[in-house]
């Protein structure tokens, strides 16, 4: 496959992002539709969570298996553990820090819409790297089937970046919501050239460890965002919304024979 189809398949995956970007510009919307959509997106970051965490752990479980290379499996572990350590405990000290010189009560939706996309924009660049490996070993049809199953999980992904923006007393501007299409949907596209110069399979544990610690820290403060409203019950129906919609898409990943 040539660099220039290449490119085109990262492009493809992580556009879809930008499906989700409108809704973070919705001016009034009640109290009901802003839980349901924080729950959602929840539903969708705690699909992730699994869905990374399984995928680090899974050269982790086989070395276990295998017993052959205690060494490889030292390296494989650390980077896993520092991974997700950094993820999960980084992101509260950059966040002081921008509390330094910002309101954190005037720009909180702001601060969280942009660590939800760092922590999406994280998990794909996995993908991206899944994508170039398979074109880069020549398996085109697998890298397609990739690209379109991607392309559907990260539409997903995008309700769940601007959840926290809707209904904003600040309306966000269309050049902050493609930013934050960049931050997610980005590495998708950096992570399909990285896969297709090179194969490492440690540089792809170290990304979704990464990826997982960042959305848990960020499921973390959205649950405390949706807790404030006092509605239980649309809070388990965002939730479960959410985490169906990951399923979803990945069981049609699945289904296609990826």
């Known amino acids: 496959m040539s ?31 802003r839980v349901v959509l924080s729950a959602g997106a929840v539903g969708v970051l705690l699909f992730l969570v699994w869905d990374v965490l399984s995928a680090a752990w899974e050269p982790i479980d086989a070395l276990l298996a295998d017993g052959s290379n205690p060494a490889l499996l030292l390296v494989n572990g650390l980077l896993f553990v520092v991974g997700i350590g950094v993820g999960l405990l ?15 009560s005037e720009l909180a939706p702001r601060r969280l819409a942009v660590l939800i996309a760092i922590g999406i924009g994280l998990h794909n660049m996995a993908e991206g790297l899944a994508i170039g490996q398979s074109a880069a070993t020549g398996q085109i049809a697998l890298a397609i089937v ?8 990260n539409a997903t992904e995008g309700f769940g970046i601007v959840a926290p923006l809707a209904g ?30 090179f194969v490492n399979e440690q540089l792809s544990i170290l990304f979704l460890s990464l990826a997982a610690g960042s959305i848990i ?42």
Do not use: K, N
């Not at 980084?90 to 954190?104: H, M, V």
């Open 168 to 197: 904003d007393e600040r309306r966000p501007s269309w050049g902050f919501l493609l930013l934050l299409a960049l931050i997610g949907g980005g590495p998708t596209f950096v992570g399909t050239m990285i896969g297709w110069t």
């Open 146 to 153: 990739l690209v379109v199953g991607f392309a559907l999980h």
């Open 3 to 33: 660099f220039g189809a290449v490119l085109l398949l990262g492009i493809v995956a992580g556009a879809t992002i930008l499906l989700g970007m409108p809704i973070g510009r919705l001016r009034s919307p009640s109290v009901g539709l």
């Open 90 to 104: 980084s992101i509260p000290l950059f966040q002081r820090l921008a509390q330094r010189s910002q309101d954190p």
């Open 217 to 258: 820290y960020v499921v973390i403060q959205l649950l405390g965002v949706v807790s404030r409203a006092r509605r239980s019950q649309l809070v388990g129906y965002g939730v479960f919304i959410g985490l169906m919609a990951g399923f979803l898409t990945d069981g049609i990943l699945v289904a296609a024979g990826a």
